[in-house]
C-alpha cells in the first residue's frame, strides 16, 4: 500500500488501528472517518449498501505466506493427503526463484 501511495506522491494516512478481521475494518469505515483495504470479495456485491465505495488501485501481486496446520497425532483421511499433495505442487510451480537461487 506504501507503494500505491508513494507513486502518486501522496503521504501515507496515519494508522490507526491494525487488524486482519474484515468486518471491523468494515465496521469503522461505516462509523467513521477511516480509509482501508479490503479483498474485492468483500464488498464486490454491494458496497453501495454498505455505505462505501470501491476505489480502483494497482497494486503489483504480492506473495502471502501459507501454512498448513494439522493436529497432533491425528491420521490424515486420502482426501486430506491429496489436497496437501495438490497445495504442494502448486506452490513448487509458483515459486519466483532468484537468478542465483536454484530449486532445493
Known sequence: MADAFRARGLALPKV???TYSVQLRINLLTSGPFIATLPKSAVADNPE?????ILP????SRPWPV???ML???VLSPA???FIDYLRAFARSNIR???EQKPA
Open 80 to 82: 486430506v493427503l491429496l
Open 57 to 60: 488501485v494497482d497494486l503489483p
Open 72 to 74: 497432533k497425532n491425528r
Open 67 to 69: 501454512a498448513l496446520i
Open 16 to 18: 490507526a488501528l491494525t
Open 49 to 53: 449498501r454498505l455505505g462505501l465505495k
Open 97 to 99: 526463484l532468484e537468478p
